[in-house]
């Protein structure tokens, strides 16, 4: 019996100096060359408009913090996120639902048939050049579990109230992404220095929080309804179609393939999800109670949506894993998260290399 399992695409940010060589990964030639047509047409675009193009970055010999920009951090993690779905063994996997974070979004698109690569290509690329001219706000991220992976209510509390300090001093400021045990927040220009030294520091083995995540604007915020008013303008015509695997968004919606409205589908990628909250824990939680999936497949690049989905499944219990050591323990025994990003997880869901 095939393993059913769900296939999740990360956002943008995700590839990182450890990235670089991604698309050189051994894989089937053929498995690869309908992507690598894409490519190519979206380089030959790229190098036209001046810009740095996918095969350059992932080629590079050292890490740029260009290709955190807009334009050029969202084709090139498309690109790596469809390297990884093609490699997918369909035979033996039965992939029930597919989802994503931010703009995992518009690459979950790809991979539940909504559009072929081309056309992804296009959509990827044109919201990810929307801000080329300029940063609209900024996004932070903050812990709200303990180092064993369990809520802590103190944080939860402290976000509320360091988001409310901002507003009451005149600034906008909000949820941008529920992301497992993370608050990514946003604010205006003004406001993000206010955030960021309201918010009390925490300290783990990772990181040190609050963090402003790099390049990225006030995502899911009516500060981005210029963007998706001008996407609405110029993506609406793509030939949007009901998934062929059902699709899982940013509300835990689902949009199945008998039953969804292509116009509606469209009006939620380029409206509703830019202007609002993603909330990636509950696309998890839902994925979990509708689909009893027996792994989730985290696609490249990186491993970043690893701790973000244990941290959900901790918070469900579900199958009894309710802290960092049971989740732990049960990805020696039988794992639930399998991510490309590592290779000898790779290796169980993904074809041959010869």
């Given at each position: 019996?095939?393993?059913?399992?769900?296939?999740?695409?990360?956002?943008?940010?995700?590839?990182?100096?450890?990235?670089?060589?991604?698309?050189?990964?051994?894989?089937?030639?053929?498995?690869?060359?309908?992507?690598?047509?894409?490519?190519?047409?979206?380089?030959?675009?790229?190098?036209?408009?001046?810009?740095?193009?996918?095969?350059?970055?992932?080629?590079?010999?050292?890490?740029?913090?260009?290709?955190?920009?807009?334009?050029?951090?969202?084709?090139?993690?498309?690109?790596?996120?469809?390297?990884?779905?093609?490699?997918?063994?369909?035979?033996?996997?039965?992939?029930?639902?597919?989802?994503?974070?931010?703009?995992?979004?518009?690459?979950?698109?790809?991979?539940?048939?909504?559009?072929?690569?081309?056309?992804?290509?296009?959509?990827?690329?044109?919201?990810?050049?929307?801000?080329?001219?300029?940063?609209?706000?900024?996004?932070?991220?903050?812990?709200?579990?303990?180092?064993?992976?369990?809520?802590?209510?103190?944080?939860?509390?402290?976000?509320?109230?360091?988001?409310?300090?901002?507003?009451?001093?005149?600034?906008?400021?909000?949820?941008?992404?529920?992301?497992?045990?993370?608050?990514v927040l946003w604010a205006d220009a003004d406001g993000l220095p206010l955030l960021l030294g309201e918010l009390p520091p925490v300290k783990n083995a990772e990181m040190k929080y609050p963090l402003e995540?790099?390049?990225?604007?006030?995502?899911?915020?009516?500060?981005?309804?210029?963007?998706?008013?001008?996407?609405?303008?110029?993506?609406?015509?793509?030939?949007w179609r009901p998934p062929s695997i059902p699709l899982i968004d940013g509300r835990g919606c689902r949009w199945h393939p008998l039953g969804t409205d292509p116009a509606a589908l469209c009006r939620y990628?380029?409206?509703?999800?830019?202007?609002?909250?993603?909330?990636?824990?509950?696309?998890?939680?839902?994925?979990?109670?509708?689909?009893?999936?027996?792994?989730?497949?985290?696609?490249?690049?990186?491993?970043?949506?690893?701790?973000?989905?244990?941290?959900?499944?901790?918070?469900?219990?579900?199958?009894?894993?309710?802290?960092?050591?049971?989740?732990?323990?049960?990805?020696?025994?039988?794992?639930?998260?399998?991510?490309?990003?590592?290779?000898?997880?790779?290796?169980?869901?993904?074809?041959?290399?010869?």
């Amino acid at each position: 019996m095939n393993k059913a399992v769900v296939v999740l695409c990360p956002g943008r940010g995700s590839y990182t100096a450890s990235e670089l060589g991604y698309l050189s990964r051994p894989v089937q030639a053929a498995v690869l060359s309908e992507l690598n047509a894409a490519i190519d047409r979206s380089d030959g675009l790229r190098t036209a408009r001046g810009d740095l193009t996918i095969r350059g970055m992932d080629g590079a010999r050292t890490f740029s913090p260009e290709f955190f920009r807009g334009e050029n951090a969202s084709g090139l993690t498309f690109a790596c996120t469809a390297f990884d779905f093609l490699r997918l063994d369909d035979t033996e996997l039965d992939i029930v639902a597919v989802g994503g974070n931010s703009m995992g979004w518009y690459s979950a698109l790809f991979a539940a048939g909504v559009f072929g690569l081309d056309d992804a290509f296009d959509l990827v690329e044109t919201m990810g050049g929307m801000l080329q001219n300029g940063q609209i706000g900024g996004q932070v991220i903050y812990p709200l579990v303990d180092d064993d992976w369990r809520a802590e209510p103190g944080r939860a509390a402290a976000a509320a109230t360091a988001l409310e300090s901002v507003r009451e001093a005149g600034h906008q400021a909000g949820w941008s992404i529920r992301y497992g045990g993370y608050a990514v927040l946003w604010a205006d220009a003004d406001g993000l220095p206010l955030l960021l030294g309201e918010l009390p520091p925490v300290k783990n083995a990772e990181m040190k929080y609050p963090l402003e995540l790099p390049g990225h604007s006030a995502f899911h915020s009516s500060l981005m309804l210029p963007v998706s008013e001008r996407a609405l303008d110029q993506l609406s015509s793509l030939p949007w179609r009901p998934p062929s695997i059902p699709l899982i968004d940013g509300r835990g919606c689902r949009w199945h393939p008998l039953g969804t409205d292509p116009a509606a589908l469209c009006r939620y990628t380029l409206e509703t999800q830019v202007l609002e909250p993603y909330d990636f824990s509950a696309s998890v939680r839902v994925a979990l109670r509708e689909y009893a999936p027996d792994a989730f497949v985290l696609l490249g690049p990186g491993d970043a949506l690893g701790a973000a989905v244990a941290h959900a499944v901790i918070a469900e219990r579900w199958q009894g894993i309710d802290s960092r050591e049971a989740f732990v323990e049960r990805q020696e025994d039988d794992p639930l998260l399998i991510s490309l990003g590592r290779a000898e997880q790779a290796a169980l869901v993904t074809l041959p290399t010869a």
